[in-house]
């Protein structure tokens, strides 16, 4: 594995217009676009935001049958990040030691690496602003981003 920046999938390149003009990689798989189904241990919050967010990624056509564990991660780590803020919220950034010392909140620990993981498959799925960004609509795709915005609506 050589170091560097990941590959950017061909499908992407296309709707960036490739301005680097490097080649495309023709034999790229292609899975077939689809709503997987979602996993089983998804549950409550997660399950929720996975039914959301699946519907509105296949409606644009950035979901896939093989998509189904890079989205549970995402709803999943989202559902922790959900519930380490209401923990945070009820006690606070500080706690005290078992020595009774003020120390930081375990629960913010958690929001922090939930957040992180987040962040990192919005961006898998262009659905951060910055990878939103890079990307331009089909000819057929509505004008203002109105698709590209329902994502973090709701």
Same mark, same amino acid.
């Given at each position: 594995? =050589?170091?560097?920046?990941? $590959?950017?999938? =061909?499908?992407?390149?296309?709707?960036?217009?490739? &301005?680097?003009?490097?080649?495309?990689?023709?034999?790229?798989?292609? $899975?077939?676009?689809?709503? &997987?189904?979602? $996993?089983?241990?998804? +549950?409550?919050?997660?399950?929720? =935001?996975?039914?959301?967010? %699946?519907?509105?990624?296949?409606?644009? @056509?950035?979901? =896939?049958?093989?998509?189904?564990?890079?989205?549970?991660?995402?709803? +999943?780590?989202?559902?922790?990040?959900?519930?380490?803020?209401?923990?945070?919220?009820?006690?606070?950034?500080?706690?005290?030691?078992?020595?009774?010392? &003020?120390?930081?909140?375990?629960?913010?620990?958690?929001?922090? +690496?939930?957040?992180?993981?987040?962040?990192?498959?919005?961006?898998?799925?262009?659905?951060? &602003?910055?990878?939103?960004?890079?990307?331009?609509?089909?000819?057929? %795709?509505?004008?203002? @981003? @109105?698709?590209?915005?329902?994502?973090?609506?709701?």
């Amino acid at each position: 594995m =050589t170091a560097g920046r990941k $590959p950017k999938p =061909t499908a992407l390149k296309l709707v960036t217009g490739n &301005p680097g003009h490097r080649p495309l990689n023709r034999k790229e798989p292609k $899975p077939e676009a689809a709503i &997987p189904e979602c $996993p089983e241990f998804v +549950q409550g919050e997660a399950r929720k =935001t996975w039914h959301k967010v %699946a519907r509105k990624l296949h409606r644009i @056509g950035l979901l =896939t049958e093989i998509d189904d564990m890079a989205l549970a991660v995402l709803c +999943q780590s989202w559902a922790e990040y959900l519930e380490a803020s209401a923990k945070l919220r009820e006690t606070g950034m500080l706690v005290k030691s078992p020595n009774g010392y &003020p120390m930081m909140n375990p629960y913010l620990a958690i929001a922090n +690496q939930a957040v992180k993981k987040v962040r990192s498959l919005l961006a898998e799925f262009g659905m951060s &602003p910055s990878s939103r960004s890079r990307i331009a609509a089909a000819g057929n %795709a509505p004008s203002g @981003g @109105g698709e590209w915005m329902e994502l973090l609506e709701d």
